[in-house]
């Protein structure tokens, strides 16, 4: 039950959603709902305005670009994310993601560009967003503004997205050649979010050592981060077995971890070593081929 | 109050238009407006799923949804399963395998398993425990759900063999 | 039996009569009851877990549009009290009235009530009652509150002991100086939220001075004699329905508060009234489970034969005495503690205590599972003590067959039992002996696996009234039926149970089938309508109503039989003891043309112009039935895991149970009735447990923090069975309904003790969450290093 009234608004192109967002003093934008529907049911959000993207088709759209680049729209569901067979080859880290947002009803409404902008530390597509180097793309009065993944995700529930901007799409650069990516994830036993969600995307040279290595980290900390201490430690080893513990080991350097009923910061920090170590090593044997 | 919206959109092969609050969720307004009481409520954080519904075709947790959300969409209650009198493979399969008891929470599961197994026709217990891990039952211990559900999904299977399988999820 | 030597129903897997409704969505929950003019009403519940309430000011809220009326506890003379039904000797019951009048003892106890045209209306006029706490200390552990010192949260008792109640029997302590080995365990049988899926929810009218209530409820007929009694209204005029009811484990086996509030408001205000629980107003306001801290000692000889055993009890009951709180961790709990093992000397005390938590009542099990859980547990700590294998400590303790009807230590009565063939069965279906190398397959991969049993002895029945009442439970242990034979020969059962989810339409019918000699199809099962049923029915709980109202139905069925086989000697001209009475015919042994259908007899009885001399018109029988004992089931549980030994992970692999419940009515509900009850058992083993912080206030408040089992978290789950009948009732039936979460907790736990023994852990409390286990590796690693 909503006890709190709001007007509601379909607009037709992101730009009028725009300047409706800009027009109401305390609106939100609603994609699939599955963030904002539960806070304002719990009182916890109390907008006097919705203004409903659902009306937006090409924002629902997943396309290749010329130069590669996967653009996925703010209003793909996960659950067209973790079935596009575009994502499933290229992007397998996002589509394990998608894959494993809360459950099969939610996915099917949720959206990534909900999940982005609302920035639940323990969103599960923060991860491969961050280690895709993504880029999302906003819309705000003045236009159209690119803000890379590493720029985005700034606190809990806070990003480098401004109020009067929409997220249109997100954008993921074509990966290269010899690239694995995976996603691994320990779910909050009761509400399905990430206690932590590791993911990994590994790119090796024509010799087999790594090239790049991508890690990024979701549910550990304030917000999804990369963990650049690993993916310094794991460049250039073979991705053996003892590379991969090496550099998991240093997964969660420098964080502070979140603690709640379900893990404490020192659990939390085991389990960042343990995941990320899990998703390098899916995604060394998927960049192995 | 903000203006009332007028909303179009069909229920189990009805279309309703009613004027209605943005407010209302689409539980409420399948129970309360339309009466169709056989979707139920059964917490309010979205992890309970007995107000599953299908809307255009994908379950959807009806309470977490508006109902102006659902303009100019095919929405299907647990009332609109059986067709012509005949019951659906799956309501079947769950009385033949006792996969009921309360029947509390039986509505919301068999329309997840349904969107479920139009997906994917042949799913092993793992994927089906996967596929309802957002509908809560307390009284049956899932065993016999798992059960209906794989035997709905062979009564599926022949009654729809032309149908091509669609890509299981991917599991992480 | 005593008519059908081999019944054609009983033991059948008859598919449920419930189904077709509620799997096409036809099935009518309280909730879906709406009515003309229905109002709502909210609860206004105090944020604070101990406070005085200063001033309520209702002012704003009553000029909310929409509102109907608003309701303090002061103004609150009309509903009375809330009832308790069980009192055991040198308890201290306290005031406990549906709104709080004078302090808030709890966070979710009711301050103030609010009507109004809509839910929401109702919810933001809430929203604006203004309520002045003085907020006071707070006290949540059980063992705290025993201190001095400690908040009371009674201030017109002394202290916040509700009771001390002692079980002994033998020599305790002669046991203890003569033991070789002594073994002491602290176990903690967590708080829990029982969670039935559907929240509970009261719908109400009063028209032409009668009032009819639909709830959600295990036991309409108390609802109906307290509503009655407290609103002063004819016990006539008050018609409860409990309608589809989704699911109750306990939780729905009171006389809520919103029941009178919904009723008295209804009546009041000549409108329909509804509440309906949201799910988190539900973990505050409807009763928890468990709660128990035992300090538990066992005395035994180093061959594993047990000599004593010492058990000290604290039990929380929270901040009110609810329907049947007093008797959980004391009738239900302390006398089935010695389960099937032979146990000289006994000397148990449980204490309970109020606190500023939610009340505790019955949730699956109720006392037994606690019961098991501890003995269960210090078992496998002897065995472990002693170097035996736990299968076989058991096996040498076990109460021998022959020795039953078997008088426990305890005081009470075992009707029968054989326990080591399922225990043999259990272990054989469990690959027990092939277990070592499924164990050193894990830990090559780097993981910890564990195999553990239970052994229990369930009791249910709830049943001799005598006994009861000697046992301090203030109302009868009997059941009621009514079997109704129409002149055409449909059947109508009215029992007093009332099921919500146990399939007794199904199993009644094929009970009344087989006596009556008809179809299960042509006879209809109706309850949870006081104004339907026989005067009184006692309900569903407790693992009671087959074992009681089960045998109600039998017994009312063969009574209308006897009257069918009279009716029919005197028209087919032949001895009633040659008459017989099978698939909807009535003939003469050996001449099957003489012949009546059973609908000619039931017109014939109607018609009434042919009966015997003296018969009575008409064909039904009313039947009051009060067993003579409690029933005890019994079985044996299996569970194997394997710990994840980076995260602390803890996944089932096998779960395997044999279990005795005697003669089963429909093995198809038997086998359901445990997967539910074995799931709910693994829930309190690894998942599950109410979280307080110190002021009082539920961490675990919501279905986001407490984890519900989901069917990915749990096994499937292999069953087998013996089938040992009772002498108790003439069905030889006992009862399944909580069996499998007794047995399932302590076999999960064991299981993963054992995985973790090699490291040397002995005991970790539930919920055994991985970040626990992960902890106790750690620590294991480094004390080892």
């Known amino acids: ?289 | 109050m903000p203006d009332a919206h007028a909303v179009t959109f069909t229920v189990n092969g009805t279309t309703y238009t009613r004027e209605i609050q943005p407010t209302l969720l689409l539980v409420e307004y399948l129970r309360e407006t339309l009466g169709l009481t056989g979707t139920h409520v059964g917490c309010d954080t979205s992890q309970c799923g007995a107000c599953t519904v299908r809307v255009d075709g994908l379950a959807t947790k009806a309470c977490t949804m508006l109902a102006v959300q659902a303009d100019g969409a095919q929405v299907v209650t647990v009332e609109g399963l059986a067709k012509n009198g005949a019951l659906h493979p799956i309501q079947r399969a769950f009385a033949k395998e006792h996969g009921l008891q309360c029947g509390f929470c039986t509505p919301g599961l068999m329309i997840t398993a349904v969107d479920f197994l139009e997906r994917n026709a042949s799913p092993s217990d793992a994927e089906i425990r996967h596929a309802i891990e957002g509908n809560l039952c307390r009284c049956t211990g899932y065993h016999n759900i798992v059960n209906a559900i794989r035997t709905a999904s062979a009564e599926m299977r022949q009654s729809t063999a032309a149908q091509p399988k669609v890509a299981a999820e991917v599991k992480g | ?785």
């Not at chain 3, 107003?281 to 409807?286: D, H, K, R």
């Open chain 3, 1 to 785: 039996m005593t008519a059908t030597t081999s019944p054609t129903y009983i033991g059948t897997r008859l598919a449920r009569k419930e189904d077709p409704r509620l799997i096409t969505g036809e099935g009518t929950f309280t909730d879906d009851v709406m009515l003309q003019g229905m109002a709502y009403m909210t609860l206004v519940r105090s944020p604070h877990a101990h406070a005085r309430i200063l001033r309520i000011d209702t002012a704003a809220a009553k000029k909310e549009p929409g509102v109907v009326a608003v309701l303090t506890g002061t103004e609150l003379e009309a509903t009375g009290m809330l009832p308790v039904f069980i009192t055991v000797p040198g308890m201290n019951g306290s005031k406990h009235m549906p709104i709080a009048t004078d302090k808030a003892r709890y966070a979710g106890d009711a301050v103030a009530a609010v009507v109004a045209e809509s839910r929401d209306a109702a919810k933001r006029a809430a929203d604006l009652i203004a309520v002045d706490y003085e907020p006071l200390p707070v006290v949540v552990d059980g063992t705290k509150a025993l201190e001095p010192g400690a908040p009371i949260v009674h201030e017109e008792l002394s202290s916040n002991l509700v009771f001390t109640y002692p079980v002994k029997g033998g020599d305790i302590d002669k046991a203890f100086k003569d033991a070789e080995v002594t073994v002491t365990q602290r176990i903690v049988n967590q708080r829990l939220i029982p969670n039935a899926m559907e929240p509970r929810a009261v719908t109400a009218k009063f028209e032409a001075g009668e009032l009819t209530l639909w709830t959600s409820t295990q036991i309409p007929h108390f609802v109906q004699l307290i509503v009655a009694l407290n609103l002063g209204l004819g016990q006539n005029r008050v018609r409860v329905i409990a309608p589809e009811v989704g699911g109750g484990f306990g939780s729905k086996l009171q006389v809520y508060a919103e029941e009178l509030l919904v009723g008295h408001l209804s009546k009041t205000l000549g409108r329909p009234v509804k509440w309906t629980e949201e799910r988190r107003e539900g973990y505050l306001a409807t009763i928890h489970g468990r709660d128990l801290v035992e300090n538990v000692e066992i005395a035994a000889k180093k061959d594993g034969t047990i000599l004593g055993l010492r058990i000290r009890t604290v039990a929380n009951l929270g901040a009110y005495l609810q329907a049947f709180a007093p008797g959980i961790p004391t009738i239900l709990h302390a006398f089935i503690i010695p389960g099937p093992y032979k146990i000289p000397a006994f000397d148990v005390e449980v204490r309970g205590v109020y606190t500023n938590t939610t009340p505790v009542d019955a949730y699956r099990g109720a006392g037994r599972p606690e019961a098991t859980f501890a003995m269960e547990r210090i078992m496998d700590r002897l065995a472990d003590e002693i170097g035996m294998d736990p299968a076989e400590v058991r096996r040498k303790n076990f109460i021998p067959p022959d020795a039953f009807p078997f008088n426990t230590i305890s005081g009470i009565t075992y009707d029968s039992g054989d326990y080591e063939p399922a225990l043999d069965r259990a272990l054989a279906m469990a690959d027990y002996k092939g277990f070592e190398k499924r164990r050193a397959e894990a830990k090559a991969r780097g993981n910890y696996r564990g195999i553990g049993l239970s052994t229990y002895v369930e009791i249910c029945g709830l049943a001799p009234s005598k006994a009861n009442s000697a046992l301090g439970v203030g109302w009868g242990g009997y059941e009621s039926a009514r079997i109704r034979v129409h002149a055409t020969g449909s059947v109508q059962v009215f029992t007093g149970t009332s099921p919500h989810g146990q399939g007794h339409e199904t199993s009644w019918s094929q009970i009344a089938a087989d006596a009556l000699g008809v179809s299960p199809n042509d006879i209809e099962v109706r309850h949870g309508d006081t104004f339907e049923s026989p005067g009184m029915g006692v309900g569903t709980f407790g693992s009671r109503s087959l074992a009681v109202g089960g045998i109600a139905v039998h017994k009312a069925a063969e009574k209308v039989r006897e009257k069918v086989v009279q009716i029919a000697a005197h028209l087919l001209e032949a001895s009633p003891a040659d008459i017989v009475v099978e698939n909807g015919k009535v003939f003469v042994r050996g001449v099957p043309e003489k012949a009546k259908n059973f609908g000619d007899i039931s017109m014939a009885a109607y018609l009434a112009n042919n009966l015997p001399d003296g018969m009575e018109p008409g064909l039904e029988a009313t039947v009051y039935y009060d067993p003579p004992n409690f029933t005890f089931p019994f079985g044996t549980h299996i569970a194997e895991v394997e710990i994840d030994g980076e995260t602390g992970s803890v996944r089932i692999v096998k779960y395997s149970a044999c279990d005795d419940c005697g003669r089963q009515i429909n093995p198809m509900i038997v086998d359901g009735q445990l997967h539910g009850g074995i799931v709910q058992g693994i829930g309190q083993a690894l998942y599950e447990g109410a979280v307080y912080d110190d002021n009082g206030q539920l961490l675990s408040g919501s279905m986001m923090e407490y984890h519900v089992p989901s069917a990915e978290d749990v096994p499937s789950i292999d069953l087998d069975h013996t089938v040992t009948l009772t002498n108790t009732n003439p069905l030889g039936v006992k009862g399944i309904g909580e069996a499998g979460t007794i047995g399932s907790t302590p076999a999960v736990v064991n299981a993963v003790i054992d995985a973790l023994s090699p490291l040397g852990i002995k005991h970790i409390d539930m919920p055994l969450t991985p970040e626990k286990l992960w902890r106790a590796i750690r620590a294991a690693g480094e004390g080892r290093r």
């Open chain 1, 1 to 289: 039950m909503i006890t709190h009234p709001f007007t509601y608004q379909t607009p037709a192109t992101i730009e009028e959603a725009v300047q409706q967002l800009g027009r109401n003093g305390e609106a939100k934008v609603i994609a699939g709902g599955h963030s904002l529907l539960p806070l304002i049911k719990l009182g916890l959000s109390q907008p006097e305005a919705l203004i409903d993207l659902r009306k937006i088709a090409s924002l629902r759209e997943i396309r290749t670009e010329p130069d590669g680049a996967i653009v996925v729209g703010a209003l793909a569901t996960h659950r067209t994310i973790t079935h596009d067979q575009t994502v499933r080859a290229k992007l397998a880290a996002l589509a394990e993601a998608a894959g494993e947002v809360g459950d099969l009803q939610v996915r099917a409404r949720g959206t990534i560009g909900g999940s982005l902008a609302h920035a639940d530390p323990a969103a599960d597509e923060p991860a491969p967003t961050l280690a895709y180097d993504a880029i999302i793309r906003a819309i705000g009065p003045k236009g159209r503004r690119d803000i890379p993944a590493r720029d985005y995700f700034k606190g809990v529930f806070e990003t480098a997205l401004a109020a009067n901007e929409i997220i249109a799409e997100i954008r993921f650069p074509a990966p290269a050649g010899r690239t694995g990516g995976a996603y691994a994830k320990f779910a909050h036993p009761a509400s399905g979010f990430a206690v932590t969600g590791v993911a990994a995307v590994i790119t090796l040279a024509a010799d087999g050592t790594v090239e790049r290595a991508a890690i990024a980290v979701t549910g550990a900390a304030a917000a999804a981060y990369r963990a650049t201490q690993a993916e310094k430690a794991l460049t250039g080893t073979k991705g053996d077995a003892k590379a991969i513990a090496d550099a998991s080991a240093k997964a969660a350097d420098g964080i502070t971890a979140l603690a709640d009923l379900a893990a404490s910061a020192e659990y939390r920090k085991n389990l960042v070593t343990v995941y990320a170590k899990r998703a390098i090593q899916r995604a060394v044997e998927r960049a192995k081929g």
